[in-house]
């Protein structure tokens, strides 16, 4: 499957974006898709996963409560929504597919098989 991120940009601290990830060749109720982020500097960090089927979701402490991650099968598409952004929110975000993770894993960037290509968020004070 082929990812493609987009939906970055700069916003101020307190305010919202929304990134979406199309999806395109072959997904089945198997996959989850996750989000990612890496900031300078900095290891990769897991955001947020969506189980394709059924909507399980996870987010990591971090910006639990302030994004919300979605889907809409009929565009294959994965959105997050970020809210009271904040200024360590800036990073790339990348959007993943996996297939077959069970929960407990969902947060583990080595069991996604694919990755779209990085989209850049900026927040500023």
């Known amino acids: 499957v082929q990812l493609q991120a987009y939906g970055g940009g700069l916003v101020q601290a307190g305010g919202s974006l929304r990134l979406s990830c199309a999806a395109s060749?072959?997904?089945?109720?198997?996959?989850?898709m996750g989000w990612f982020r890496q900031a300078p500097g900095k290891e990769r960090e897991f955001v947020a996963a969506?189980?394709?089927?059924?909507?399980?979701?996870t987010y990591s402490d971090a910006v639990k409560g302030r994004f919300t991650i979605s889907k809409d099968m009929a565009k294959n598409t994965v959105y997050l929504q970020m809210n009271n952004l904040k200024l360590e929110d800036t990073a790339d975000y990348y959007c993943?597919?996996?297939?077959?993770?069970?929960?407990?894993?969902?947060?583990?960037?080595?069991?996604?098989?694919?990755w779209g290509q990085g989209t850049l968020v900026t927040v500023s004070s």
């Open positions: 969506i189980k394709w089927s059924g909507g399980s979701r």
């Open positions: 993943a597919a996996g297939r077959s993770l069970i929960t407990s894993s969902m947060s583990n960037p080595s069991r996604y098989g694919s």
């Open positions: 060749g072959r997904t089945d109720s198997n996959y989850v």
